[in-house]
């Protein structure tokens, strides 16, 4: 297995992780809503997600499904061939950034120049 080959399945198994997750946040809230939700979720793509769980949902459910469309974004790149490319510059991402975030957007200098 390549390394491409290697970071797609961990952005595979994470997406599945985090849909678990926030099927099990939304367990834990009692208001009848959290629980449409899930049901929807439950019988809704994972590419509808993100919009289907919209911004009225605890800040913890809101950073999970941010990490949706992340990683969602990486495969979609993968698969158009445009994975491992840095948003801001084009430049290649370094591989060590790849490999402790797979979904990662920017190459050093630029993760670099938006954290000042
Ligand atoms: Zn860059």
Redesign the pocket.
Known sequence: MNTTEALKLRLEYELLEVQQEILILLETHSEPEYLALKNLLLCSKIADWPEKIGEHVPEKIRRKKLRIEQTQAALIQLELGFYGF?A??D?PIEIHLLESDPATQ??A??QNRTAK
């Open positions: 840095c801001d510059c430049a920017r190459c200098n630029c």
